[in-house]
């Protein structure tokens, strides 16, 4: 069969789902789209295919604070039907910036597959500036989404969208993509998108000669633009102005994963998470064989399959302060530290409710104040319970609670050094994860302003006496 005439019906669907922006020309941003290298799609069109922008939507504070994301990272999503006998191309220019990457997804918001700039290889003949330092941005590149399960031996710049899993044997074929493109921190002054137009989407034939529907270039979605010109919202911004009201601390509000004594755990897929909220809730304790099993893993809430995460859950009901201690891994750009020899390409802490997944702030790894034993020390309240020393003067980096019973502080690491061996990404299921991060585990706990500031002026003093005092309150 002609293929050209199998990839012909679903041009229709394709076209509503990666038009959905509306037609769009190149704009926003210096220099080309891209430079596709072999099999770029080059022959000849199939039916009628009005360029648009491919990218339905772009993270913001305000409206699109969801799936838990991070403040120092803009997100750009697109929804790509996955059709027999053809596949995705994605061409770009790497961005000034500390990291990108792309991530396809299943229904469920777990990652299949991921792709990080550092193994994104040019199409152009210039050098990747993420895998060798002192190159400049700006060199093109192409990856391409294959809508078929991820082979053994994976080809180069690909990414595979075909299949996902439930639990560990059964596949399943994926019906559609979400394609997840992303940009920590900017260069100084440069715009989200680091002062590069967003890559351009091409549906072409499995083989790539020729192309179903190609997108142009746009410096951000039209549905993003639409919702920006609604004003500026800063809703994000208001709500951290809210002071919770403390009448309502006494009422029985306990989020349902927060526990007392506060802990931490290592998020490895969203049935952990539900197991982790039933055995809070349930009257007994689960069967110790349930709790030790490990269902569907594989990540969820859009997680970046670059990135691990600790969680640590909090409730009004038993203190309003919040505190988290750890050890501070370097990071890529940190004084002193050369490139690849950094612990992690990026970490951060973010404050979050759990069930809109807003973050509410964040701190990034540059922006964490590190005190002289090499710790962090990241505590959480209303502005109007925050202590007099909690100051990144006194090691100390504060965060708003904002409006909400509860809190969640997500705490992620991002591409560790391999030589990094206590990075959450170590920590095998059902080990305790301070037997593999040591003292880069976070220690949470809670605290009153009175005992905080009676503390004094080091981080660890704080710490140690909202420790102290958090254990004397345990029933």
Not at 341 to 356: G, I, P
Not at 443 to 458: D, F, I, Q, W
Request: net charge negative.
């Amino acid at each position: 069969m002609d293929l050209r005439k199998r990839a012909a019906a679903p041009v229709v669907a394709v076209a509503l789902t990666l038009a959905a922006c509306g037609t769009s020309s190149p704009s926003g941003g210096s220099g080309s789209a891209g430079q596709p290298g072999s099999g770029d799609g080059s022959g000849t069109p199939i039916g009628g295919n009005t360029p648009a922008c491919g990218w339905v939507l772009q993270s913001d504070a305000d409206v699109v604070n969801v799936a838990y994301p991070d403040q120092s990272a803009t997100y750009w999503v697109a929804l790509i039907p996955n059709i027999p006998g053809a596949r995705l191309r994605i061409d770009g220019q790497y961005p000034d910036a500390r990291y990108f990457s792309f991530n396809v997804y299943d229904p469920a918001l777990r990652p299949i597959d991921g792709i990080a700039d550092r193994d994104i290889a040019p199409s152009d003949g210039t050098v990747n500036p993420y895998a060798q330092p002192g190159v400049a941005s700006g060199g093109h590149y192409s990856v391409r989404v294959e809508f078929k399960p991820r082979p053994d031996t994976p080809a180069a710049n690909t990414l595979y969208s075909g299949s996902t899993t439930l639990g560990d044997a059964l596949a399943i074929p994926n019906p559609v993509t979400a394609v997840l493109y992303r940009i920590y921190i900017p260069a100084d002054g440069l715009p989200p998108n680091a002062d590069v137009p967003l890559p351009t989407l091409t549906l072409e034939t499995a083989n790539g000669s020729s192309v179903i529907s190609s997108q142009a270039a746009c410096s951000e979605p039209q549905l993003s633009t639409l919702i920006g010109q609604l004003g500026a919202l800063d809703l994000n911004g208001s709500l951290i102005r809210i002071d919770y009201p403390d009448q309502l601390d006494v009422l029985p509000l306990r989020f349902p994963t927060a526990t007392y004594p506060p802990t931490s755990a290592v998020f490895y897929g969203l049935p952990d998470v539900l197991l982790r909220i039933l055995d809070n809730l349930s009257p007994v304790e689960l069967p110790a064989a349930l709790q030790g099993t490990e269902l569907l893993s594989g990540g969820g809430f859009l997680s970046n399959s670059d990135a691990a995460y600790t969680s640590s859950a909090f409730s009004r009901s038993d203190g309003n302060i919040f505190v988290m201690r750890a050890r501070a891994p370097s990071w890529r750009g940190a004084p002193g530290v050369n490139f690849n020899a950094e612990d992690l390409r990026y970490w951060s802490v973010c404050q979050n409710e759990f069930a809109t997944q807003r973050y509410v702030a964040c701190t990034a790894d540059e922006q964490t104040a590190i005190d002289a034993d090499g710790f962090f020390t990241v505590m959480v309240s209303d502005a109007a319970d925050r202590p007099a020393n909690a100051t990144q003067d006194h090691g100390i980096t504060w965060l708003p609670w904002g409006p909400y019973p509860d809190g969640l502080l997500l705490y992620r690491h991002m591409l560790p050094n391999p030589a990094f061996a206590q990075a959450i990404q170590n920590v095998p299921f059902g080990t305790d994860p301070v037997s593999v991060m040591g003292d880069y585990f976070p220690s949470v706990a809670y605290c009153t302003k009175a005992t905080a500031e009676a503390a004094g002026n080091r981080a660890w003093d704080v710490f140690a006496a909202c420790a102290n005092e958090t254990a004397e309150r345990a029933p």
